[in-house]
Each structure stands twice: as C-alpha cells, then as structure tokens.
C-alpha cells in the first residue's frame, strides 16, 4: 500500500469519527443500548466497509503490481531480446572475423605462392633476358659480319662494273679509233675512185676529142695519141 492510499485512508477515518461524535452528542432520546447496538452495528459496518476497501486496495495495489510487475518483465523481456541480439551479432561478428582471419590466411598463403611465382617467374625472365641478349648480340655480330660482307661485295662488284666500264670505254675508244681510221681509209679511197672516174672523163674526153682531131688532121694524129700517152703516164704518177 502507497503512502498516499494511507493517507487518504486515515483522512476518511478522521472525518468518519467525527460525524460519528457529532450523531453521538446529538442523541437525547434514544437509550444508550440502542446507542451502542447501532454504534456496533456501524461499527460493523464501517470494518466491513473498510475491510473491502482495503481489498479494494489490495486489489487495486495488486493490479498495479501486476502491471508494473508485466512493465518490468516486458523491460526485462527487451533487454534480454537486445542481449539475445547482441549476442547472436557478437556470434556473427564472431564468425565473421573468423571468416576473415580464415581468407586473410588463405590470402597470405596466396600471396606467398604468388611471390614464390613470382620469384620464379623473375628468374626466369632473367634468364630469358640472358638469353635475348646473347642472341641480340649474335644477331648483331652477324648483321656486322653480313653487312661487312654485303660492302665487301659491293665494293668487289662496283671496282667490277668500274672495270667493266673501263674496258667498255677502251673498247669504245678502240672502236672509235677504228672508225676513225675507217673513215679516214674509206675517203682516202672514195677520193681515189674520184680521181680515177675523173681521169676516165677526161681521158673519154681526151679520146673524143682525139678522134675529131683524125678526121681533121690525118698528119697530126701521131702526136696527139703520143701526148695523151705522155699526159696519161704523168697522171699515175702523180
């Protein structure tokens, strides 16, 4: 029971007492056995009255306790939902971190082998790199070697055709001398056979001439024909 239900009880007591004095003081007539049988009939009363109020307010007190009692179980119900939940979060979390400390150690051996393959790969690229190098310098010793044999073949080849040349313009010049004196022996010979067709026209001349002189002077034909063989023997010679 509440301080403030007593409180009120007690007050309602108070009050009761003294409208029960008053009546009592009031009384002139009646005798006092039906003073005091009503006083214990009130009496009666006012216990029974009070004893349902006080289970009215037991009741009522137990309803309240009920209800603060359901408040508090319902509370208490709600943090244990929140701790439940905290705790199957803290589980999950739990399992989670495990998860990850499972996929962080997968990871580190991952990278490990990663790494080792790596180390193996870069060992490999070394040895390739060696080995690129070895042939680059051999492919570059015989890009020398073909290209000092390609100048070497030029330059055979070029003092070849500078030969060739050569000789071309000795025989040219040969040819040319050839021609030369070709032409020289072919004037010299048509100068020649001038002279001789030449000679011929006038010794035709020289006979046409010599035969109407006959017939002209019978006496002079003797000395004429010993001219023109005089004349004639004179050419050739010449």
Do not use: P
Not at 8 to 36: E, G, H, Q
Not at 58 to 86: A, C, M, P
């Amino acid at each position: 029971m509440t301080l403030k239900n007593k409180k009120k009880i007690k007050k309602i007591k108070t009050s009761k007492n003294k409208s029960n004095l008053t009546k009592l003081a009031s009384i002139t007539t009646d005798t006092l056995s039906n003073v005091y049988s009503k006083y214990k009939k009130n009496l009666e009363r006012k216990k029974i009255k009070e004893i349902k109020l006080k289970k009215l307010e037991q009741k009522n007190e137990i309803l309240k306790e009920r209800k603060e009692l359901k408040i508090l179980k319902e509370k208490l119900q709600k943090e244990n939902d929140k701790l439940n939940l905290k705790d199957i979060e803290l589980k999950i979390k739990e399992e989670s971190l495990k998860v990850e400390n499972k996929r962080v150690i997968k990871k580190d051996e991952d990278l490990g082998l990663i790494d080792k393959d790596l180390r193996v790969k870069e060992k490999e690229l070394k040895i390739k790199g060696e080995e690129q190098n070895r042939k680059e310098l051999d492919l570059r010793i015989r890009e020398e070697e073909q290209k000092n044999k390609e100048l070497k073949e030029k330059r055979k080849k070029e003092k070849f055709l500078k030969e060739m040349r050569e000789q071309e313009e000795q025989k040219k010049e040969i040819e040319d001398i050839k021609l030369k004196e070709w032409e020289e022996k072919f004037d010299q010979e048509q100068k020649l056979k001038l002279q001789e067709e030449l000679l011929k026209e006038q010794k035709f001349k020289e006979k046409e001439f010599a035969k109407k002189e006959i017939y002209s002077n019978q006496d002079s034909e003797v000395s004429t024909s010993t001219l023109e063989d005089f004349k004639i023997d004179k050419t050739y010679q010449n």
